[in-house]
């Protein structure tokens, strides 16, 4: 059936394509303000049209038991020869994204409050996504490349939304240069690979790899230039410098869309290479990268520890949290559930981080600027808010009973159990100096007593009021439900 | 029914805490008080309920999966060890409400972390299932740097601070340790558990891997340093005279008469089955910090001219000798540890209780503000000598059974330690009679004291029902020994068997 083959498998990516088109065409007849509700429902539209179409396809698509195995995949949801793979790890990090968004759009319609451009960005932003869908299930090099660029050109400009301000220009220019650079490396390893394998499938790849360890210089450039593209696009030290900027700079609530979707997108990524593609060599790579991710972890840490910017401090704290992610990619090998504490660790930390930067877009309205300073006595002043705040923070410092705690022992567990044991330690360590910073923002929260009244934080609009409650409450729900064990 | 019990006084709390923050601030402590008191009650069918007779067994076991792919379980249950010290709690909790009854800033939120962090601490005495333990060990710390950090005195951020950071970082030993044992345990069943008593099965390589420690070693002191550090053994007992010198009456006393008491509860439950033969080995090199510690607490303590610090320093004394007595090895030393656990408790929590009554109305703790009470609140000044003669061991309260027996069985194990820990305790004398002697004794200095209320019944109802429980213990400590008999007994015949034989549905 032709429908069936075609359409179906790919309906969650088009249904975010649709919306966004449909918005510029809106956009050419009503201008401005008009109709915005309009726009906003459309734009809303495709996120929920596009979870919906997962939701339905999910049964299927688990039959496929992991990332690596797609042998009993019906073959239908296998697209166009393979490029595009609709499996369980799809499948999940596509209800994932889809939710990200709607959050995000929520977010970006309650805060960017007087931006010319709002449907526009609605537009972007679904593009973005569209895009993110397609990189975590591609299946195909060249694909992977198509998705990453249609992922990451919404963003730059995203990110220069604020033309006027110096600041957001300048983390544009930084993310672009760097984003491009990154994408570069990214054609050189796809190239390189071509050439050593005649084939850009990610499967016949990995088949080559069961038979036989490469070792020609080109596949080692190769890897390597991979393990750099995807650094940069994950934020891994050495190859984070473009994040603190990008993320102070951009618009507040594009910075929650960068450190959840775009993450989760990265990570996808990640997966798809060195847990499907790179898998049968696991034994070369998996101890010289966990030392890799625990260099990020406390790059990330220590760095974050001397800022007085919320935003930068949570842009730190995010290149951290990639380095533990990335252990978990690394346990891939060697361990049966690390896909689920990856999936798990995703959601939670996305959750989490589009929590916070709601909660930040309000602060920064009234306020204009996050020096930690800001925070004083919101706990007490908007108690259901500061208590969001507040799980948020220990969420992320990996303090039970909030889910943080749970993601980050999941993964901690799934990495002894494949062996790399000194990064364990030294990981679980690490996130005592994390501690130590979150502490400090708790500390403002709730310890100190605001100045003046002035210096209170505005009531939130009700759609963002929710969508902060509602990450809040995600912090207790998931801690309660491990959703994926 | 037992069940039944366990899990309400886990989460009566709780909901008592969303009540408060859902209902207006006039009912918050009356909601508070009135939870707290409920649990109380509850304790008392739990007295009765619990089987004494029998050891090495839990009691009113609770069994829900939680995360079944990791053997992860949400199962409590209680046994000889946790039994007095859940009672403690229930006890202890509203006698904290009422020390802070006067407190108005955010009252609402003030008496949600008490109840929150009643939940946490009992939570902690009960889990069976470890990782479970772990969550509540580590949740109880955010309701008690709140209660430091926001209610405290002038350096209440500092102090809160360094109390998380301190015990955070054993806890995070605590955790390689765990999941060292969960992982050894599943590569060498093919399973995952989480279960105390199944996990007790584990065989740890004898191989040195690390400072010539293997792995038991390394797994023991990952859960040991996590505890000691909450006791708070010497030299890892900095942060506590911080912590209770910044904390509010109430958080004081709950951190006094629980928290301090997971630290020695944590080491009978998992450090020393977990590593019985590490045990054996570095019980000596505990027993001589904690000998250090006595000492050090006793004359730190002396030297103060603040009265919270005195009774801050005097625990990290008092605690001292339980551990001493957990490393005497022998029937006596236990007994006398897990009963001095109890009074230090409660003689530790009244000292805080009435340090805080005057703090309250003078907002002084120093010495100088004070002298001569005993002729203007004559009621507070009884109070004060009768739990000052229970914090320093008078024979007929309850202080004196738990140093004697502790005393007993280290003289068994060691003369020499014997020696040195009754110098402990004759410091522990000279400590308390200064402040009794600085406080109540002489003349008046201050006139602003001539104002000072005596007790109210707020007050006195609390302090009888400590007086009682402490004249109770001294004259007849068969009513709690009795209780716990067996599991003292059988428990350094092999502390790794001591679950063996749980109840636990597998």
């Known amino acids: 059936m032709i429908i069936n083959e075609f359409l179906v498998p790919v309906s969650p990516v088009l249904s975010l394509m649709l919306a966004a088109v449909v918005l510029i065409v809106l956009e050419t007849v009503f201008k401005g303000e008009r109709g915005q509700a309009g726009k906003l ?121 604020r033309k006027n301000d110096l600041r957001s220009s300048e983390a544009a220019l930084k993310y672009f240069l760097y984003g491009s650079f990154a994408t570069v490396l990214l054609v050189f390893a796809i190239a390189l690979l071509y050439g050593q394998f005649g084939t850009l499938q990610l499967n016949a790849i990995s088949g080559l790899f069961k038979s036989q360890v490469p070792t020609g210089v080109a596949t080692l450039a190769a890897f390597g230039l991979l393990l750099a593209a995807i650094g940069f696009k994950v934020g891994m030290a050495p190859y984070h410098l473009w994040v603190p900027d990008a993320y102070q700079g951009a618009p507040t609530p594009v910075t929650g869309f960068m450190g959840s979707a775009i993450k989760l997108a990265g990570f996808g990524l990640a997966i798809r290479v060195f847990g499907q593609t790179l898998l049968p060599l696991v034994q ?29 401090l949570f842009a730190y704290s995010s290149i951290s949290h990639a380095g533990y992610l990335f252990l978990g990619v690394i346990s891939l090998g060697g361990s049966p559930q690390a896909l689920e504490a990856l999936q798990y660790y995703l ?139 | ?111 949600a972390c008490f109840l929150v962090l009643s939940s946490f601490m009992t939570g902690t005495f009960l889990a069976t299932d470890l990782f479970l333990f772990y969550v509540f060990w580590e ?78 070693d390394l797994v023991f002191w990952g859960f040991t340093l996590a505890f000691l550090v909450k006791v708070p053994l010497f030299p890892l007992h900095t942060w506590l005279p911080d912590a209770h010198v910044q904390a509010p009456t109430g958080g004081s006393i709950l951190l006094a008469a629980v928290l301090l008491k997971m630290g020695t509860y944590g080491l009978l439950r998992f450090s020393i089955p977990f590593g019985s033969e590490s045990f054996s080995r570095f019980a000596p090199l505990i027993a001589v910090l904690s000998l ?105 309260l309850n202080g004196f059974v738990g140093e004697m027996l502790i005393l007993l069985g280290t003289f068994e194990a060691n003369p020499w330690w014997a020696g040195i820990g009754v110098l402990g305790v004759v410091f522990g004398a000279l400590y308390t009679l200064t402040l009794l002697k600085k406080t109540l004794f002489g003349p008046v200095t201050a006139n602003e004291n001539r104002s000072l209320k005596d007790l109210s019944w707020r007050e006195t109802v609390p302090l009888i029902i400590l007086a009682l429980f402490m004249l109770w213990i001294g004259l007849a400590p068969g009513f709690l020994i009795n209780k716990m008999k067996p599991t003292l007994e059988n428990y350094w015949k092999k502390p790794q068997s001591a679950y063996a034989m749980s109840g636990n549905p597998k």
């Open chain 1, 41 to 161: 429902l459309v734009a809303l539209g495709g996120p929920l049209l596009s979870i919906l179409f997962v939701s339905l396809l999910v049964p299927v698509a688990n039959a496929g038991s992991l990332a690596t195995d797609n042998s009993q995949l019906p073959s239908w949801l296998m697209e166009f020869k393979n490029s595009y793979q609709l499996d369980r790890l799809s499948g999940a990090l596509f209800l994932a994204i889809g939710f990200f968004m709607l959050l995000t759009l929520v977010f970006v319609e309650s805060f960017l409050t007087g931006l010319k451009e709002k449907t526009e960005v609605f537009a972007l932003l679904l593009f973005a996504g569209s895009g993110m869908m397609l990189l975590v299930s591609a299946g195909n090099l060249l694909m992977l490349f198509m998705a990453l660029e249609l992922m990451s050109l919404p963003t730059y400009i995203l990110v220069g939304l």
């Open chain 1, 284 to 312: 070369e790579w998996a101890t010289p990268l966990s030392y890799f991710s625990v260099f990020t972890i406390f790059v990330g840490n220590l760095a974050a520890l001397r800022q007085t910017d919320l935003k930068r």
């Open chain 1, 347 to 485: 959601w939670v930390y996305g959750l989490l981080f589009l929590g916070t930067f709601g909660l930040l877009s309000l602060v920064e309205m009234h306020k204009k600027n996050l020096e930690f300073d800001r925070l004083n006595g919101l706990g007490f002043q908007r108690p259901v808010l500061g208590f969001c705040f507040l799980l948020f923070l220990l969420s992320a410092a990996g303090i039970p009973p909030t889910a943080g705690f749970f993601s980050k022992y999941f993964i901690l567990i799934q990495a002894f159990q494949s062996g790399q044991r000194l990064s364990v330690v030294l990981a679980a360590m690490s996130s005592l100096i994390g501690v130590f910073y979150y502490l400090r923002v708790i500390s403002h929260l709730y310890m100190k007593s605001a100045g003046t009244a002035e210096a209170s934080v505005p009531r939130a609009p009700k759609a963002a009021f929710l969508g902060i409650l509602l990450c809040g409450l995600a912090m207790i729900y998931f801690s309660f439900v491990p959703v994926f064990f």
């Open chain 2, 1 to 111: 029914m037992m069940s039944a019990i366990l899990v309400s006084l886990c989460v009566l709390p709780i909901i008592g805490a969303s009540l408060i923050f859902l209902g207006p601030e006039k009912l918050a402590r009356k909601t508070a008080l009135a939870v707290s008191l409920l649990c109380l009650a509850l304790s008392i069918p739990l007295y009765f309920g619990f089987d004494g007779t029998q050891s090495q067994i839990f009691q009113g076991v609770v069994s829900i999966p939680w995360v079944p792919a990791l053997g992860i379980k949400f199962a409590l249950g209680i046994d000889g060890l946790s039994f007095p010290l859940v009672l403690l709690t229930q006890l202890m909790l509203p006698i904290a409400i009422l020390a802070s009854w006067h407190e108005e800033r955010n009252p609402k939120a003030f008496m």
């Open chain 2, 139 to 216: 949740a109880m710390l955010i309701p008690m740097i709140l209660l430091i950090g926001v209610w405290g005195s002038q350096e209440r951020i500092y102090a809160a601070l360094k109390f998380f950071l301190f015990t955070f970082a054993g806890s995070l030993l605590m955790l390689l340790a765990v999941v060292t044992l969960f992982v050894s345990y599943k590569t060498q069943t093919g399973v995952m558990t989480a279960d105390i008593s199944e996990l007790t099965k584990v065989v740890l390589s004898k191989e040195p891997i690390l400072f010539g420690l293997n792995i038991q």
């Open chain 2, 292 to 396: 250090v510690g006595i000492l050090y607490g006793a004359f730190v303590a002396f030297q103060q001219q603040d009265m919270k610090k005195l009774v801050a320093y005097s625990s990290v004394s008092h605690l001292g000798l339980v551990v001493l007595g957990i490393c005497t090895q022998n029937l006596e030393g236990l007994t006398g540890s897990v009963i001095q656990n109890i009074n230090h408790g409660l003689s530790t929590g009244a000292l805080f209780f009435m340090v805080g009554f005057l703090y309250d109305q003078r907002h002084s703790r120093l010495f100088s503000d004070y002298g001569g009470l005993a002729a203007l609140i004559p009621w507070y000044s009884f109070f004060l000598v009768l739990v000052a003669c229970s914090s320093m061991a008078v024979p007929g």
